[in-house]
Protein backbone atom coordinates (compact mmCIF):
# COMPACT_ATOMS: atom_id res chain seq x y z
CA UNK A 1 0.00 0.00 0.00
CA UNK A 2 1.43 3.15 -0.52
CA UNK A 3 0.64 6.25 1.02
CA UNK A 4 0.25 9.67 -0.97
CA UNK A 5 -0.73 13.74 0.22
CA UNK A 6 0.40 16.87 1.76
CA UNK A 7 3.30 15.22 4.16
CA UNK A 8 3.94 12.05 2.04
CA UNK A 9 5.71 13.14 -1.39
CA UNK A 10 8.33 10.61 -1.92
CA UNK A 11 7.35 7.25 -3.28
CA UNK A 12 6.97 4.38 -0.74
CA UNK A 13 5.36 1.03 -0.71
CA UNK A 14 4.68 -0.87 2.64
CA UNK A 15 3.23 -4.51 2.82
CA UNK A 16 -0.05 -4.67 5.37
CA UNK A 17 -2.37 -7.34 6.05
CA UNK A 18 -5.56 -8.31 5.30
CA UNK A 19 -7.94 -8.49 8.48
CA UNK A 20 -11.16 -8.05 7.27
CA UNK A 21 -13.28 -8.26 4.73
CA UNK A 22 -17.03 -7.21 4.46
CA UNK A 23 -19.62 -5.94 1.95
CA UNK A 24 -17.82 -2.65 1.23
CA UNK A 25 -14.64 -2.60 3.01
CA UNK A 26 -11.13 -3.95 3.29
CA UNK A 27 -9.80 -3.66 6.55
CA UNK A 28 -5.46 -3.70 6.84
CA UNK A 29 -3.09 -3.28 9.49
CA UNK A 30 1.16 -3.67 9.66
CA UNK A 31 2.56 -5.44 12.14
CA UNK A 32 2.40 -3.66 15.80
CA UNK A 33 -1.05 -1.42 14.45
CA UNK A 34 -3.35 -1.30 17.18
CA UNK A 35 -6.32 -0.31 14.78
CA UNK A 36 -6.65 -1.53 11.11
CA UNK A 37 -7.03 0.92 8.66
CA UNK A 38 -10.57 0.81 6.22
CA UNK A 39 -10.09 0.72 2.45
CA UNK A 40 -13.18 1.00 0.09
CA UNK A 41 -13.52 -2.44 -1.72
CA UNK A 42 -14.12 -0.76 -5.06
CA UNK A 43 -11.64 1.26 -5.19
CA UNK A 44 -8.82 -0.04 -2.38
CA UNK A 45 -8.15 3.52 -0.99
CA UNK A 46 -8.63 5.75 1.64
CA UNK A 47 -8.81 9.26 1.97
CA UNK A 48 -8.20 10.17 5.32
CA UNK A 49 -7.88 13.57 4.81
CA UNK A 50 -4.34 15.05 6.66
CA UNK A 51 -2.73 12.05 7.31
CA UNK A 52 -2.97 11.14 3.50
CA UNK A 53 -4.36 9.05 1.00
CA UNK A 54 -4.10 5.02 0.80
CA UNK A 55 -3.81 3.57 -1.57
CA UNK A 56 -3.65 -0.62 -1.82
CA UNK A 57 -1.80 -2.58 -4.98
CA UNK A 58 -2.35 -6.27 -5.27
CA UNK A 59 0.64 -6.60 -6.88
CA UNK A 60 4.22 -4.47 -6.19
CA UNK A 61 4.42 -4.16 -10.20
CA UNK A 62 1.31 -2.59 -10.78
CA UNK A 63 2.40 0.18 -7.97
CA UNK A 64 5.92 0.40 -9.43
CA UNK A 65 4.49 0.83 -12.96
CA UNK A 66 2.21 3.65 -12.33
CA UNK A 67 5.41 5.83 -10.77
CA UNK A 68 7.12 4.66 -13.75
CA UNK A 69 4.55 5.78 -15.59
CA UNK A 70 3.88 9.37 -13.71
CA UNK A 71 7.65 10.33 -14.05
CA UNK A 72 7.59 9.41 -17.30
CA UNK A 73 4.53 11.57 -18.20
CA UNK A 74 6.25 14.39 -15.63
CA UNK A 75 8.75 14.12 -17.68
CA UNK A 76 7.04 14.54 -21.21
CA UNK A 77 4.84 17.59 -20.14
CA UNK A 78 8.10 19.34 -18.89
CA UNK A 79 10.52 18.88 -21.99
CA UNK A 80 7.12 19.77 -24.56
CA UNK A 81 6.22 22.94 -22.33
CA UNK A 82 10.07 23.81 -22.84
CA UNK A 83 9.86 23.78 -26.31
CA UNK A 84 6.48 25.18 -27.01
CA UNK A 85 7.87 28.95 -26.95
CA UNK A 86 10.16 28.20 -30.33
CA UNK A 87 7.23 26.91 -32.34
CA UNK A 88 5.78 29.20 -34.52
CA UNK A 89 1.87 30.31 -34.55
CA UNK A 90 1.10 27.13 -37.38
CA UNK A 91 2.89 24.51 -35.88
CA UNK A 92 1.11 25.44 -32.33
CA UNK A 93 -1.89 25.79 -33.93
CA UNK A 94 -1.58 22.28 -35.71
CA UNK A 95 -0.54 20.95 -32.04
CA UNK A 96 -3.71 22.85 -30.54
CA UNK A 97 -5.79 20.73 -33.69
CA UNK A 98 -4.36 17.36 -33.08
CA UNK A 99 -4.74 18.19 -28.76
CA UNK A 100 -8.24 19.19 -29.39
CA UNK A 101 -9.14 15.97 -31.75
CA UNK A 102 -7.08 13.68 -29.88
CA UNK A 103 -5.42 12.53 -32.94
CA UNK A 104 -2.46 10.26 -32.60
CA UNK A 105 0.53 12.12 -33.58
CA UNK A 106 3.27 10.03 -35.77
CA UNK A 107 6.93 10.91 -35.09
Not at 55 to 75: F, L, R, S
Amino acid sequence: MSISGFLFKDENLEEFTVQKINSSSVYVTQEGDKHPIRLDKKTLTNNSGILGCYKAYVEPNDYWNYINQTKEKQGLVSRISNKLGTLNIEQLKEIELLINNKKSVKV
